[in-house]
């Protein structure tokens, strides 16, 4: 799927306007404070992913600019696999819309898939398991409707179990819905590891080195097959939960271990290269979108260039065009490559589209 046209209205700093996209790389170029974060946001709300983790209040995203609506709508014409209309109205919430269909997020992230790298992107691969466990997340909920609803459920029986344990009460009641759930999990994101690392020895240009990755089941390992491993696991850590007050098996402590030639891949590499084994991870993940949901999913990088040199955006260049996705790239740098389409950016506004 591609961006075709774009139209946002009252929507932070950018000036209302139409915008028509290229279907290949576009790469929005504009000093700092022009908006282009804020155009990436836009696409991420409006596929259904909400607002960039920097805001945690919806509230905050219609203009505060000397105007008395206090809502920002945004439109986008989707094409590729399917023509759709996208909207979303955000006021203190936001509602999407298909057409004239009211659409769930989880509805509309299989629509149109979009896979989005921030500025902190490198915490893929220099973070803490939780960044890890976000793309993995992301990926499920993309390509299995019910990934989500799962995950969901786990999260609130396991909120439930901590406060049984935290109390001193018996979890065998929390721990019999869990088990399910948290096996089909680990079921799943072991699934999208393994088609991740088939897919990521096709991005060798971008890596220093070939990188291993391995899933780490939170609290497991005592057997091959998740059902064996979760209830052995849960049988053998019980005590420990009980001492702890926590619990320790399961989806939330996962981790996916990322090695290049057997080390660890945050200390082994610099942090350009780490910056493009995130860019990596995101390019396999995007391969496994492709594969699973027969979409091809739009690419958001935002701070494309940052910390690389002339070979790294060279290398990520030449990636993310032989994906054949839409890739949608931001910097504060003038760059000119052929087979890119340049949109530069001041004060909220694309200059070369003549809003
Ligand atoms: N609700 C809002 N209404 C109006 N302006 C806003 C709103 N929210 C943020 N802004 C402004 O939008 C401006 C542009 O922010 P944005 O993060 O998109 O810039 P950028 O082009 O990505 O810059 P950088 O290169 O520094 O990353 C900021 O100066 C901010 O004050
Ligand atoms: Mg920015």
Redesign the pocket.
Known sequence: MYFSDTYFHNF??LRQGRVSWSPGFNLIT?P???????FIEGLNLISGWGPLERTTKIS??????GTEDVKASLWAKASGEEDIDLFASISMKCSLKCGDKITAASAMRAKVPVMTFLSDGMSLVRGGASSRRVLLDRIGAIISPSYAMRLHDYRKILRQKTILLRKGRDVSPADRVLAPLGIWLWTAREEILRLMASSIIECGDLLACPMELVFARGGGGLAAAPSDDFRSSLAAKGRRERELRMPLIGPQRDDVKLLCNGMDASLFLSRGQSRRAAAALILAAAAVVKRKVGRKPVLIFD?ITSELDDCGRSALLEALLKTGCQVFG?T?DRLDYDDVSIQMMRDGRFLNTGL
């Open positions: 932070r700093n504009g700092n404070g022009a908006g282009k974060t804020n905050s995203v219609p203009s505060w600019e701070e931001a504060t």
